[in-house]
């Protein structure tokens, strides 16, 4: 643990501090009761509380009728514009939308096809790191992970900038871009380096090509032959779509309004950003959505028999089973009740991908985990209880199919992600200029001074 090796009196002294640590900042859970604290910035009735105004991006999952959440399927909105219509826009026309769905976001409107050419050819030269940054930020200080690289690839971008800590609208723009564009090769280097120094596998390290899409070039530049399948460059690209944005409210994008209204420069609010979607809770839930169908193939006889799963998902929810905590992860959502929009266009997509690869059954455990933890929801909390998948579930299977490494589950959510982060960074500069500044209550009892020799 220590980056240094300790004695045993070291030891013994490190002990008592952690124990000190533990014991004085434990707060008793009835403080929140007494004082009306929103736990998670959460009101009583499970919904957020509102703490901004944004144009970006609209989530709806229930309807609040007396104070109660009365579920109702679930919509996602980027800028006005229902996420389902905008892929089944694309998608229609058989072209790749998430360089659109960027423009979208950052520029609050849809763009022409001579606008939306001219900014594909202008992400294309951007994709290129800085000269030497690979070899010196990167390949030269690998880490374990990737995530953590990443923040740091993305606070080193800082020392490239010449006009870096500037906020006018053009700066934030060119920063912004630059940021989206060099994203998936700051990702899939750091990767690479991590499993060429820890894994001792070999290295190769593609250039981004400047006429691909992001989803293709995140396929070209991550696999040692650099070929992929339209069909699978197509899943990829709704993927990056539908991770793209989520309202201000989630954790990440909080993040960036919470950085930006102090001041402070795009870098280190989009590594603050990133260092929020690692968690298990947010971005990194999809690793464990990984983890649990690895456990689930591994302790049961057929995963393709239902009554079988089903005896082991109750287990699960019970805490009795795969990590103990009592979720089925890929499923339940913080503000979608009875569907999330995302993960039904993806659902709709893996299963294309999945018949196209012969793993049909895989994709039909997936789907029963969906439909049986919808079930056990019931038997287990009452014929009103309501859960649905989401995108976390669907978005594994789809990664795992295309060969992505675990490693890059969450990296991937994060190049996704950036189009929504640097929207929010740019709409909290240019609307709000107050700093965020919640209030905390003290619960000590005010304490005396004592002399270092009385103690």
């Given at each position: 643990?220590?980056?240094?090796?300790?004695?045993?009196?070291?030891?013994?002294?490190?002990?008592?501090?952690?124990?000190?640590?533990?014991?004085?900042?434990?707060?008793?859970?009835?403080?929140?009761?007494?004082?009306?604290?929103?736990?998670?910035?959460?009101?009583?009735?499970?919904?957020?509380?509102?703490?901004?105004?944004?144009?970006?991006?609209?989530?709806?999952?229930?309807?609040?009728?007396?104070?109660?959440?009365?579920?109702?399927?679930?919509?996602?909105?980027?800028?006005?514009?229902?996420?389902?219509?905008?892929?089944?826009?694309?998608?229609?026309?058989?072209?790749?939308?998430?360089?659109?769905?960027?423009?979208?976001?950052?520029?609050?409107?849809?763009?022409?096809?001579?606008?939306?050419?001219?900014?594909?050819?202008?992400?294309?030269?951007?994709?290129?790191?800085?000269?030497?940054?690979?070899?010196?930020?990167?390949?030269?200080?690998?880490?374990?992970?990737?995530?953590?690289?990443?923040?740091?690839?993305?606070?080193?971008?800082?020392?490239?900038?010449?006009?870096?800590?500037?906020?006018?609208?053009?700066?934030?723009?060119?920063?912004?871009?630059?940021?989206?564009?060099?994203?998936?090769?700051?990702?899939?280097?750091?990767?690479?380096?991590?499993?060429?120094?820890?894994?001792?596998?070999?290295?190769?390290?593609?250039?981004?090509?400047?006429?691909?899409?992001?989803?293709?070039?995140?396929?070209?530049?991550?696999?040692?032959?650099?070929?992929?399948?339209?069909?699978?460059?197509?899943?990829?690209?709704?993927?990056?779509?539908?991770?793209?944005?989520?309202?201000?409210?989630?954790?990440?994008?909080?993040?960036?309004?919470?950085?930006?209204?102090?001041?402070?420069?795009?870098?280190?609010?989009?590594a603050a950003a990133i260092g929020s979607l690692k968690g298990s809770k947010h971005g990194g839930a999809n690793f464990k959505v990984y983890k649990m169908i690895e456990a689930i193939k591994e302790e049961l006889e057929d995963f393709r028999d239902r009554n079988e799963l089903k005896n082991y998902l109750r287990k699960i929810l019970k805490k009795e089973a795969f990590d103990k905590q009592g979720l089925v992860y890929g499923m339940g959502h913080a503000v979608y009740?009875?569907?999330?929009?995302?993960?039904?266009?993806?659902?709709?997509?893996?299963?294309?991908?999945?018949?196209?690869?012969?793993?049909?059954?895989?994709?039909?455990?997936?789907?029963?985990?969906?439909?049986?933890?919808?079930?056990?929801?019931?038997?287990?909390?009452?014929?009103?209880?309501?859960?649905?998948?989401?995108?976390?579930?669907?978005s594994s299977f789809v990664y795992r199919m295309l060969g992505l490494p675990f490693e890059l589950f969450t990296p991937i959510f994060a190049i996704a992600r950036m189009a929504g982060w640097c929207a929010h960074r740019i709409e909290q500069v240019l609307s709000d200029t107050k700093i965020i500044r919640p209030a905390y209550k003290s619960v000590t009892k005010i304490k005396d001074y004592v002399p270092l020799d009385e103690r």
């Amino acid at each position: 643990m220590s980056y240094i090796k300790l004695s045993g009196v070291d030891e013994a002294i490190f002990h008592k501090l952690a124990i000190y640590a533990k014991d004085n900042n434990s707060i008793k859970p009835e403080y929140y009761d007494i004082y009306d604290i929103k736990r998670g910035l959460r009101n009583s009735n499970g919904t957020g509380v509102l703490v901004g105004i944004t144009e970006i991006g609209e989530v709806r999952g229930y309807d609040l009728i007396d104070n109660k959440k009365i579920p109702e399927e679930g919509k996602l909105y980027y800028r006005s514009i229902e996420l389902k219509d905008l892929v089944e826009g694309v998608q229609k026309e058989k072209r790749f939308g998430f360089e659109e769905c960027i423009y979208l976001l950052i520029f609050g409107q849809l763009p022409t096809k001579e606008e939306l050419n001219d900014f594909n050819q202008l992400l294309g030269k951007l994709r290129f790191l800085p000269e030497g940054f690979n070899e010196k930020m990167i390949l030269l200080y690998p880490s374990k992970d990737v995530m953590n690289q990443l923040q740091r690839s993305v606070l080193s971008m800082y020392t490239y900038d010449e006009s870096v800590d500037e906020n006018s609208i053009s700066n934030l723009t060119s920063q912004s871009l630059n940021l989206i564009a060099k994203l998936p090769a700051l990702a899939i280097y750091s990767y690479q380096a991590k499993i060429h120094n820890y894994d001792k596998q070999s290295l190769f390290i593609h250039p981004p090509q400047p006429h691909l899409s992001t989803a293709e070039n995140i396929l070209y530049m991550t696999r040692a032959d650099s070929n992929y399948t339209e069909l699978e460059a197509e899943v990829l690209d709704l993927s990056l779509i539908v991770h793209a944005e989520h309202g201000g409210g989630n954790n990440s994008s909080f993040t960036t309004h919470v950085l930006a209204s102090s001041g402070t420069d795009s870098y280190s609010v989009i590594a603050a950003a990133i260092g929020s979607l690692k968690g298990s809770k947010h971005g990194g839930a999809n690793f464990k959505v990984y983890k649990m169908i690895e456990a689930i193939k591994e302790e049961l006889e057929d995963f393709r028999d239902r009554n079988e799963l089903k005896n082991y998902l109750r287990k699960i929810l019970k805490k009795e089973a795969f990590d103990k905590q009592g979720l089925v992860y890929g499923m339940g959502h913080a503000v979608y009740t009875k569907s999330d929009p995302r993960a039904v266009l993806l659902k709709k997509k893996a299963e294309e991908l999945a018949k196209d690869k012969g793993l049909e059954d895989d994709y039909k455990l997936y789907a029963n985990i969906e439909d049986i933890t919808k079930e056990l929801f019931v038997e287990l909390k009452g014929e009103n209880a309501c859960i649905c998948a989401n995108v976390d579930l669907y978005s594994s299977f789809v990664y795992r199919m295309l060969g992505l490494p675990f490693e890059l589950f969450t990296p991937i959510f994060a190049i996704a992600r950036m189009a929504g982060w640097c929207a929010h960074r740019i709409e909290q500069v240019l609307s709000d200029t107050k700093i965020i500044r919640p209030a905390y209550k003290s619960v000590t009892k005010i304490k005396d001074y004592v002399p270092l020799d009385e103690r």
